[in-house]
């Protein structure tokens, strides 16, 4: 296993999982069960649904703007001091003279309903449409989280199959070791060979314990990546039905598709933003257009000089009507609205030539790198099996008292390097068919 990634790991723990209040399980998954429950319980993918029905919401939204409105008022006043008007003194036989007046009484209350009903209005009809279209751009948002997790889950549980295959190794190697070591602790004691051989194989022991103890604890911290990428809680127990052996690798690749990147799920994101910055220029547009409403308005005024009879008497007053807003000037706003959205929509068509570009050469880059890594596995699984041919009669020399302590050492050292080298490959490889089938668009959710 490459620990280099083990700092990566560290750094994801490092963030609290909200989970980890939850109950522990004891779950016993195989990888398409461990990415089931991904589905269910990643926080990312609930994120996604929510955004998704907050978006069915903006949309309902959107389309009340164009239902009727009807709002009520109440409204009471009271007058401290009644206002005072100054009247030409000729109406009351006082020529020449301005007599103050006051008009009005101490309480006024009114009570009354409007209605507002949007009848066209080119912005709106634009938003109906921007807000649908919102709504699949959060769908799709929402499918690339599911894929997204589902590359993540695979590639955890990968990584704890490896650290398990390697464990594997290192026991095997450990028994191997501690009979020759054993062995040749019994020569020691009858004489027939030095001490120094003994100490070699000591060596070599102790190192395998250290690796050993080293790759248990990152198999324990790559199992607690597989719950965080799943959504499970930390504390829960996870153990894995799969296992190296029973894991497919396809050997043949069909021709290069150049069309892949239509089943990628960022480029269609794309294309919804693009129609987002179209109905963007479209609504810009419309605010040239003059918007037409109809309304209506009834009320009941009640006025008096005293409280207690304010309710003797009303006077009713109804209205109704149409607004016609009609734009004329803005100052030049409007036009560079539709000038950027024009600008927008021009940036987003060169954006998806480029990733268009850029998915066909991941592809192409994917295949070529899982092809090396099938090569590369192979090679790395001669060289293990030459290896143990080479301890095995390395051995047998020493033994028969031909062979040296030092090859047996060397031969030791050779194939727990070939061993390594086998578990990069295999991890790789695993890895890079996850990325081959990720930049092909096969992985679908």
């Known amino acids: 296993m490459k620990y280099k990634y083990l700092t990566l790991i560290?750094?994801?723990?490092?963030?609290?999982?909200?989970r980890?209040?939850?109950?522990?399980?004891?779950?016993?998954?195989?990888?398409?069960?461990?990415?089931?429950?991904?589905?269910?319980n990643q926080s990312s993918i609930q994120n996604a649904k929510i955004d998704e029905e907050i978006a069915a919401n903006t949309v309902k939204q959107t389309v009340g703007i164009g239902l009727p409105q009807v709002n009520g008022s109440v409204n009471f006043q009271d007058f401290l001091k009644v206002p005072t008007n100054l009247v030409p003194g000729e109406i009351f036989g006082q020529p020449g003279k301005l007599l103050p007046v006051q008009f009005g009484v101490k309480y006024q209350s009114s009570f009354g309903l409007e209605l507002n009903?949007?009848?066209?209005?080119?912005?709106?009809?634009?938003?109906?449409?921007?807000?649908?279209?919102?709504k699949e751009l959060s769908s799709k948002s929402l499918k690339r989280s599911r894929i997204e997790t589902a590359v993540a889950v695979t590639k955890a549980y990968y990584s704890v199959l490896v650290s398990?295959?390697?464990?594997n190794l290192l026991d095997a190697n450990m028994l191997r070791l501690k009979k020759s070591l054993d062995d040749t602790k019994a020569l020691y004691k009858n004489g027939f060979v030095e001490k120094i051989d003994v100490d070699r194989l000591t060596v070599l022991n102790n190192n395998l314990e250290t690796e050993r103890e080293n790759v248990i604890r990152l198999l324990d911290l790559n199992v607690n990546l597989l719950k965080?990428?799943?959504g499970m809680s930390i504390q829960s127990k996870l153990t894995l039905k799969d296992s190296i052996a029973g894991l497919q690798v396809v050997q043949t690749f069909a021709v290069s598709d150049t069309s892949a990147y239509k089943n990628r799920i960022e480029y269609s994101l794309l294309e919804t933003q693009k129609k987002l910055n179209e109905l963007d220029l479209k609504r810009y547009k419309s605010q040239f257009l003059p918007s037409l409403s109809a309304f209506g308005n009834t009320s009941q005024n009640l006025l008096a000089n005293s409280f207690g009879s304010l309710f003797d008497r009303s006077f009713p007053t109804t209205i109704i009507g149409f607004r016609l807003s009609v734009p004329?000037?803005?100052?030049?706003?409007?036009?560079?609205?539709?000038?950027?959205?024009?600008?927008?929509?021009?940036?987003?068509?060169?954006?998806?030539?480029?990733?268009?570009?850029?998915?066909?050469?991941?592809?192409?880059q994917a295949q070529t790198t899982y092809r090396n890594g099938l090569k590369s596995l192979e090679n790395q699984n001669r060289n293990m099996e030459l290896a143990q041919e080479v301890l095995r009669v390395t051995k047998i020399k020493y033994?028969?008292?031909?062979?040296?302590?030092?090859?047996v050492t060397t031969a030791e050292t050779s194939l727990k390097e070939a061993q390594n080298n086998y578990i990069n490959a295999l991890y790789d490889l695993l890895i890079n068919k996850v990325n081959m089938d990720k930049a092909s668009g096969k992985i679908v959710y």
């Open 399 to 407: 033994e028969q008292g031909v062979g040296s302590s030092i090859e």
């Open 117 to 134: 009903q949007l009848l066209f209005d080119g912005t709106y009809l634009v938003g109906l449409q921007a807000s649908k279209t919102y």
């Open 10 to 18: 560290l750094c994801l723990f490092s963030i609290t999982d909200v």
């Open 164 to 167: 398990n295959e390697q464990l």
């Open 228 to 230: 965080f990428q799943m």
């Open 328 to 364: 004329l000037i803005s100052g030049g706003i409007k036009l560079y609205q539709v000038r950027n959205a024009k600008l927008e929509i021009l940036k987003t068509h060169n954006n998806l030539i480029n990733l268009k570009n850029g998915i066909r050469l991941e592809v192409e």
């Open 20 to 40: 980890a209040q939850l109950t522990d399980t004891v779950a016993h998954f195989s990888l398409q069960e461990a990415i089931e429950y991904a589905q269910r």
